[in-house]
Every structure is written in C-alpha cells, then in structure tokens.
C-alpha cells in the first residue's frame, strides 16, 4: 500500500519561510518517478508548485515560486522529500499536496497525501 503523508505546514507572516515534508512509502521501489508538490487555495484550482523526477534528477517549478521554493529528495532518508519556501507571501496560502506517480502528467491520477496547511499574514 502507497501512503504519502505531508507535515510542516502553519502559519507565517509575509517573508518568512517553512519547510514542508512529504514520506512516501510503498512506492519508491521504482528505479523512475516524480514526487510533486501542489496546492489549492480555497475558490481555486490546483496547481502544480514544484516537482522532481527521481532517478532523473530534473526539477520543476512554477513560475510564480521560482527563486523562492526549493524541492529536494533527503540523501539520507530517500524516502522523504521536502518543499523550502522562502520569502513567503500571502498569495502562497493554501493547502499544500504532495504527490508521487510515473511522470508530472501521472502525478495527478498519482498516490495523494491529505495536505498540510500554509497560511502566510500581510
């Protein structure tokens, strides 16, 4: 069974940072995948944020945290992945998913966790 289970989300004024965790189990048997960072914030869409294609070594991000969000796979623990958010602004609140699949389009019929919230004050 695939679990994946986010932790680090709270709350943060404008220009602060958090660092979101993401464990997956059960699936990183796969020599190739994409482990994805996406959030919803509430009345919108969701839209993908970061990911990185494990095996690979290719990073994504957004346009909108490029230079401020950095994904990364631990070196030690393989199985946890992290989203660095820096200089955070209230347009970044929303609930935050991570997620793990074939390819960046896969991710989305993918293993999903239950999100960690971010909000982030004026």
């Known amino acids: 069974e695939v679990q994946v289970v986010e932790s680090g989300g709270g709350s943060v004024q404008a220009g602060g940072s958090l660092m979101l965790s993401c464990t997956i189990s059960g699936y990183t048997y796969a020599k190739y995948y994409m482990v994805g960072w996406f959030r919803q914030a509430p009345g919108q869409q969701r839209e993908g944020v970061a990911g990185i294609f494990v095996g690979g070594g290719d990073l994504y991000y957004a346009d909108s945290v490029k230079g401020r969000f950095t994904i990364s796979q631990d070196s030690a623990k393989t199985t946890l992945y992290r989203l660095q958010m820096n200089s955070l602004q209230p347009e970044d609140t929303a609930m935050y998913y991570c997620?793990?699949?074939?390819?960046?389009?896969?991710?989305?019929?993918?293993?999903w966790g239950q999100g960690t919230q971010v909000n982030v004050s004026s």
């Open positions: 997620a793990v699949g074939g390819s960046w389009s896969q991710l989305w019929a993918g293993y």
